[in-house]
């Protein structure tokens, strides 16, 4: 089966890039190419597939 035909496991693969180049060291708060490349592939990854259990808290909290 091709990525281009399974949209889940082309978004899997996108957060995998973004890991392993994280992994690798690349700093998330640069401005490195890699770094650019890291916030590309998770956000593709979310438009393929925006079900990944990642969901953040719609909680408000104020103190």
Do not use: I, W
């Not at 060291?25 to 956000?43: F, K, N, T």
């Not at 438009?47 to 808290?57: C, I, K, T, V, Y």
């Amino acid at each position: 089966m091709a990525y281009a035909d399974d949209p889940t496991r082309l978004a899997k693969l996108l957060r995998d890039l973004a890991q392993a180049l994280e992994n690798s060291g690349v700093d998330p708060s640069g401005s490195s190419e890699a770094r650019h490349l890291m916030d590309d592939a998770r956000q593709a990854a979310r438009e393929l597939d925006p079900g990944d259990n990642r969901r953040r808290s719609s909680k408000l909290v104020g103190f």
